[in-house]
């Protein structure tokens, strides 16, 4: 089965700075990634995907890049803010058995220090 | 993005007894939904995929029938935690994806206590 590792687990960035999470995994048939915000006590809320036809994507401060020969797949926030504080997943997609199945990265905090 | 709908936010219940979770996606038509588990400080496991009108298919170790998983209709599935035990308490997240290779949207998760 697929197998998702992500790096750091946590992370402390002074409000401003960009800060990196980096993901990879190990099944070459994952074709779409997302990417998780989840916040304390909520559910995972999607704030960026890319699929593997694609090598990067930006929605403002935020990107995504994928290489699909590594296996490897980063978010980027630019201009941190307080309120991206929280805890990130990322994820890798593949179909099995007809439907689509989500591995998910064991999470990264991130702490941005006012 | 879609809307998908979790009931209860919180649950307390009393060990042996059963407590059901509705999942809903509340504007468009889920055809696969997923039920998700979440300890503390740790990643979402998966533990089983309901497809509308079909058995669950449940990952390794979730024992099917402890953890009942039912999805009538495109818009909702429910989790049901029969015989609950203080060691079940958990976070417990749904999500729903209206078909293969689309995103997919999740609930706001039960936090399920087992007294």
């Known amino acids: 089965g697929e197998n998702v590792e992500q790096h750091p687990s946590t992370l402390s960035v002074q409000e401003g700075d960009s800060a990196v999470i980096k993901c990879t995994y190990s099944?070459?048939?994952?074709?779409?990634f997302p990417w998780y915000k989840q916040e304390l006590g909520k559910g995972p809320q999607l704030i960026i995907d890319i699929r593997s036809n694609v090598g990067e994507k930006k929605d403002q401060r935020i990107a995504v890049t994928l290489n699909k020969t590594a296996k490897h797949f980063s978010l980027h926030i630019t201009e941190t803010q307080p309120e991206d504080s929280a805890v990130y997943f990322c994820a890798a997609s593949s179909n099995s058995g007809g439907y689509q199945k989500v591995t998910f990265g064991i999470g990264t905090k991130l702490q941005v220090i006012p | 993005g879609a809307v998908v709908s979790q009931h209860p936010s919180r649950v307390i219940c009393k060990s042996g007894t059963s407590v059901k979770i509705e999942c809903r996606s509340l504007?468009?038509?889920?055809?696969?939904m997923f039920w998700y588990r979440q300890f503390p400080k740790q990643s979402l496991m998966l533990m089983a995929t309901?497809?509308?009108?079909?058995?669950?298919?449940?990952e390794q170790g979730v024992e099917k029938d402890k953890f009942l998983i039912n999805h009538a209709s495109l818009t909702l599935s429910t989790l049901t935690v029969t015989s609950a035990h203080p060691e079940d308490s958990s976070f417990y997240i749904c999500?729903?994806?209206?078909?293969?290779?689309?995103?997919?949207?999740f609930g706001q998760g039960t936090r399920l206590t087992v007294v």
């Open positions: 504007d468009f038509q889920a055809t696969t």
């Open positions: 099944d070459s048939a994952s074709n779409y």
């Open positions: 309901s497809n509308e009108g079909s058995k669950a298919t449940y």
């Open positions: 999500s729903a994806s209206v078909s293969l290779n689309t995103e997919a949207f």
